[in-house]
């Protein structure tokens, strides 16, 4: 599980101290949350790519540092690319990708 960071301590804290209360949304804000979310989810076109072997392992170990399946991680981070929302952060494992890169340059 992930660190929390500020702004989530602070909502648990109020949580665990009893401030927060339930609230039902309205029937419109409700339909309007559905709608977005079946649009979000709607998946009615395949696409089928051809990666590498050392790419797809790397996604697949990202995916699993997330705790998410492969698939869902590649069309999360398209989404977010065609969107402009794209943020690059570093994993805590090494790239096989970069580690071939290495050894052809020292070589």
Same mark, same amino acid.
Request: charged share 30%.
């Given at each position: 599980? /992930? /660190?929390?960071?500020? %702004?989530?301590?602070?909502?648990? #804290?109020?949580?665990? $101290?009893?401030?927060?209360?339930?609230t039902s949304p309205?029937?419109?804000?409700?339909?309007? %949350?559905? #709608?977005?979310? @079946?649009? @979000? %989810?709607? /998946?009615? /076109? $395949?696409?089928?790519?051809?990666l590498t072997t050392?790419?797809?392992?790397?996604?697949?170990? $990202?995916?699993?540092?997330?705790?998410?399946?492969?698939?869902?991680?590649?069309?999360?981070?398209?989404?977010? %690319?065609?969107?402009?929302?794209?943020?690059?952060?570093?994993?805590?494992?090494?790239? $096989?990708?970069?580690?071939?890169?290495?050894?052809?340059?020292?070589?």
């Amino acid at each position: 599980m /992930k /660190k929390l960071d500020a %702004f989530e301590k602070d909502v648990l #804290a109020a949580y665990e $101290r009893g401030e927060l209360k339930t609230t039902s949304p309205s029937k419109a804000k409700l339909a309007k %949350f559905k #709608a977005a979310a @079946t649009a @979000t %989810f709607l /998946k009615e /076109k $395949r696409v089928n790519i051809r990666l590498t072997t050392p790419d797809l392992m790397d996604i697949q170990a $990202r995916a699993l540092e997330e705790g998410l399946p492969y698939q869902t991680l590649i069309a999360s981070v398209l989404h977010k %690319f065609v969107s402009g929302r794209l943020v690059e952060s570093s994993s805590s494992l090494t790239s $096989r990708s970069s580690e071939t890169r290495q050894k052809r340059r020292a070589a």
